[in-house]
């Protein structure tokens, strides 16, 4: 098994940057492969990003591509979404999850099998 911890979050103005921070413990985290999601008051949960367990491959939704990157640090065990020129769309709790298809790109979270406890993120107009 594998434990997350997000952290990062905050309150931003519109165009600002935030850096999210996944901490896992447990199993190495090189096993899995990481996905962020999202889910804003009254909506459902989202897809954001997603990287490989060898940090090869990522993949983003269409809505955060170019602002966004997702990026792992196998040393601290960590996996990191830097978010540049938020909107205030990008406003939910982020939560980091992570499944053992460790090279497998998913987009879907019900795919996934371990779960943090989410950090909320608010970007002001």
């Known amino acids: 098994q594998v434990q997350l911890v997000e952290s990062g979050g905050g309150l931003v103005q519109a165009g600002g940057s935030l850096r999210l921070s996944c901490a896992a413990s447990?199993?190495?985290?090189?096993?899995?492969?990481v996905g962020w999601f999202r889910q804003a008051p009254g909506k459902a949960r989202e897809f954001v990003a997603t990287?490989?367990?060898?940090?090869?491959?990522?993949y983003y939704t269409d809505s955060v591509k170019g602002r966004f990157t997702i990026s792992r640090d196998s040393a601290k065990n960590t996996v990191a979404l830097q978010m540049n020129s938020l909107k205030p769309e990008d406003t939910a709790v982020y939560y980091c999850?992570?499944?053992?298809?460790?090279?497998?790109?998913?987009?879907?979270?019900?795919?996934?099998?371990?779960w943090g406890q989410g950090t909320q993120v608010t970007v002001s107009s």
């Open positions: 999850a992570a499944h053992t298809r460790r090279l497998v790109l998913i987009p879907f979270g019900a795919q996934y099998d371990y």
């Open positions: 447990g199993r190495t985290f090189s096993l899995y492969a």
């Open positions: 990287i490989t367990g060898d940090g090869g491959r990522t």
